[in-house]
């Protein structure tokens, strides 16, 4: 029993990370735009099935496809603050919620037309791989997941806190008008977060995309799971949302091993409402507090 938990803890740790990753990117649009990106998961989903396009056409290791897919996502990211979220920046926020769910659909429907409805997945060498740890065998490709993971979420870390932009995009966090005052371009900044954002994806999207079966509607799956650890993590926080990443991995993966049936799935939810009736600031007040 004990050598299960640890399993389970180890399991969830990883894939806590790489949660982590995937969410960072919303949570960078929220702080600085002040707008939830209900797009997110179906734009990871469209991050791994050009992986997956990409590893049916060319003969490689699949993780290298992030040098091309991080860019293309990027450029998407930013022609997507531009060309629909700024032109109602100033009008109604609801505009943009819809705006945001209305492409999840077209992008959920496009992959679906293209690719169709079947299970896909991308081979990787590092499948047949194992990395054992206390006794249990990862596959290497989530080693390497959870790896990019962690090192991405440090180097994001450190540009935020010591580069001339991290400084940019936390003086428009905290304070809009005094930003603009101070001559700070808040629309430019905020279509860099946006391809940052976006392109953030771009970077996870191979090695997940070896580890789980895709599907045109998994988006939505993605979307809730971000907006979970968002919500959790604080509302714009970046080390709220690491936490959060990880607890919502650790529960899944503790849920699936020892609930029944797919009742394990449904505790990073109830670990949601107990945040919200407990302690709705997330880990971001517990983090201020201490």
Not at 14 to 21: H, P, Q
Not at 128 to 133: A, G, N
Not at 195 to 206: D, E, K, N, S, T
């Amino acid at each position: 029993m004990i050598g299960l938990v640890i399993s389970g803890l180890v399991q969830g740790i990883l894939t806590g990370l790489m949660l982590a990753f995937l969410t960072v990117g919303m949570t960078l649009i929220y702080r600085i735009s002040r707008l939830t990106n209900f797009a997110h998961g179906s734009l990871f989903v469209v991050a791994m099935y050009l992986t997956f396009a990409l590893s049916r056409s060319i003969d490689i290791n699949p993780l290298l496809f992030a040098l091309v897919i991080t860019p293309l996502m990027a450029c998407l990211g930013w022609a997507l603050y531009w060309g629909l979220i700024h032109p109602i920046r100033t009008r109604h926020h609801l505009l943009a919620v819809q705006l945001l769910l209305g492409l999840s659909f077209v992008l959920d429907a496009s992959i679906l037309i293209g690719f169709g409805g079947d299970l896909q997945s991308v081979e990787s060498p590092f499948n047949s791989r194992f990395v054992h740890i206390l006794g249990t065998g990862f596959t290497m490709t989530t080693m390497i997941g959870a790896s990019i993971s962690l090192v991405g979420l440090g180097v994001l870390a450190l540009a935020i806190q010591w580069s001339d932009f991290g400084r940019h995009l936390r003086a428009v966090a905290n304070d809009n008008l005094a930003a603009r005052l101070a001559g700070l371009s808040v629309e430019r900044l905020e279509g860099l977060t946006w391809a940052l954002g976006v392109g953030m994806l771009g970077i996870i999207a191979p090695p997940m995309s070896s580890i789980v079966t895709l599907t045109p509607d998994i988006g939505l799956q993605y979307t809730v799971l971000s907006l979970v650890i968002l919500i959790v993590g604080g509302m714009g926080s970046l080390v709220g949302t690491i936490f959060a990443g990880l607890v919502v991995g650790i529960a899944q993966s503790l849920g699936l091993l020892f609930l029944p049936g797919s009742f394990g799935a449904l505790l990073p939810y109830a670990l949601l409402v107990g945040v919200l009736m407990l302690r709705p600031g997330g880990f971001a007040a517990l983090l201020v507090r201490s």
